[in-house]
């Protein structure tokens, strides 16, 4: 079968111009084109050969897909993947899945019909067996099957941090409130390090946990507020949860920092003007993004990687809740 | 020339199942898919052609041109444009300019080249010139040009309705606070709308504005609260700044709502959790990007629009600083 080269030698012209006139490109003059259109009929050079053009040049999309860019955890991820991404010569597809299983299969389906180079993947569902990988994907903070490289920030470290802070700011008794998906992600190493390190100190605790998909904030808050252990430090596995915590302690006449102190996990508040300022473990969003990037671009050129697993140090970042 | 028809005919197949081959498709068998090569070969059917058919299917792509996905204005929009994108077969391209004119006409350069089918654009820098528009453009907030229809909040009605709620909540000296840029936008509207709600009462205001570029936080409010005409209502003309405007103040011994009552512009707030809760003007974010996508795809069809700017009403919503 005839390549492009042939063309080009055939229409007197460079590949590059082969390639323009294949793609419509309007930098090239009319006569250039007849000529190339006429070689390209000449050798029959066929479409299959012409979609392969294609599927290189749009090659340079990567998906992002995610629960919703308008949560500040995931926009801020947004921005620095797009970013990284463009300083690579990348663009970036955006897909909000609203978190539904279904949608989640629906775009990485579409994805890989629009071949797409690469996927970075949020996802907090169980759809790996119903997901092929001949995509290079990463995900970020869940393990998806061993094809599939895994940024994360360092949530054992983080939740081991939450507790020496609490300790260090005169916390005795512990309570780790958390809110869970029905299948393991690295969010859950958050409680592991919370445990390992309060039992470690030889510190009271307790856990406090509901699956998100039945997550009803009166219930649950109510079974920690009428607690007789009274808690004075509590780590939420999330700053959300944690800022709905302070506000429902105030219904309580618990008062934070004086009465309970209170560590998130995720830093969001990106100003100091909106309180409480949450003191909270904050993930390395910039770095996740900017490593998540490097690695599927080495995935996308075929690489091997070294690890299945890339934990990112968190810092502890103090506000006024401990 | 023969057509994709001709093709289909010959191969004994549907104008979808040489689409699919054209698309490599994995779903084709390959007995049809060689059918269908040898009548492309046979009929001589060119890559232009085929060229075309990649770019109607390159041509579901939409470039959404923001200066930060990171805002959680943006991010809002953001997400409520990738909804209605979606439920019409769309995808949607992430580009985010920083805010910086270099970046986004390299950005439609390349959005250019790409032939995505339409680009929804926020841009607060006069590029107007230097753009060319064969690519069809909804702008959002700002005026563009005449070529690019503009979707925004009822920016001056906003402004009316802000002098009047400040009124109603016991403000007799009224203070506008705004940043501007280089450029004609809507948003200063908001201004104008204020202005006319006040001479039209005959309230006592003044304006205190600087552009954005140059925005110094510190001898911007210093002139403020040091001026001698003690304002009792102030009218921010974004939730951001009303929040600076409120977190200064302390620190000059005023109390907000008890000294002046405070109304931003946005409504970026999407939870109670965190204060001060803003009372606001609040932009109808999914309307706008529903309506903006709507006008895009319009637009990519040819159709005509009827108008220039669509603006959608606004709705003040009471927080706790009013």
Not at 29 to 37: A, G, L, R, W, Y
Not at 64 to 92: C, V
Not at 278 to 304: D, F, H
Request: charged content about 25%; hydrophobic content about 40%.
């Amino acid at each position: 079968m005839p390549s492009i080269k042939d063309v080009a030698v055939l229409a007197g012209v460079g590949v590059g111009t082969v390639s323009r006139v294949i793609n419509n490109h309007p930098s090239v003059k009319p006569e250039t084109k007849e000529k190339v259109i006429s070689a390209i009929q000449q050798l029959n050079y066929v479409p299959n050969q012409v979609a392969r053009n294609f599927k290189m040049q749009k090659s340079k999309m990567v998906a992002l897909l995610l629960p919703s860019i308008w949560h500040p955890f995931f926009s801020e991820l947004a921005y620095y993947i797009e970013d990284a991404l463009d300083s690579e010569g990348f663009k970036l597809i955006l897909c909000n899945s609203g978190g539904k299983p279904d949608k989640e299969l629906y775009y990485f389906d579409m994805l890989k019909q629009n071949k797409v180079a690469g996927i970075i993947g949020i996802t907090y569902n169980d759809i790996e067996d119903r997901v092929d990988t001949d995509i290079p994907i990463i995900s970020i903070d869940r393990h998806f099957g061993k094809e599939v490289t895994c940024v994360t920030s360092d949530n054992y470290e983080g939740g081991r941090m939450a507790v020496k802070e609490l300790v260090k700011a005169g916390a005795k008794k512990l309570a780790y409130l958390g809110t869970t998906s029905t299948v393991a992600s690295e969010v859950q190493l958050r409680k592991q390090g919370f445990i390992d390190e309060a039992q470690g100190q030889g510190i009271q605790y307790q856990i406090f946990e509901e699956n998100a998909d039945n997550f009803d904030d009166e219930p649950f808050f109510e079974a920690i507020f009428k607690n007789e252990n009274h808690h004075d430090g509590v780590f939420a596995n999330s700053d959300l949860l944690a800022a709905q915590y302070i506000d429902k302690a105030k219904s309580y006449g618990i008062n934070v920092p004086e009465d309970v102190k209170v560590i998130g996990y995720d830093g969001i508040q990106d100003n100091k003007l909106f309180h409480p300022i949450l003191s909270t473990i904050r993930q390395p969003v910039e770095e996740m993004a900017r490593i998540a990037v490097k690695l599927l671009l080495q995935k996308i050129e075929g690489e091997e990687l070294e690890q299945d697993t890339y934990r990112i140090a968190v810092i502890f970042r103090e506000g006024e809740t401990t």
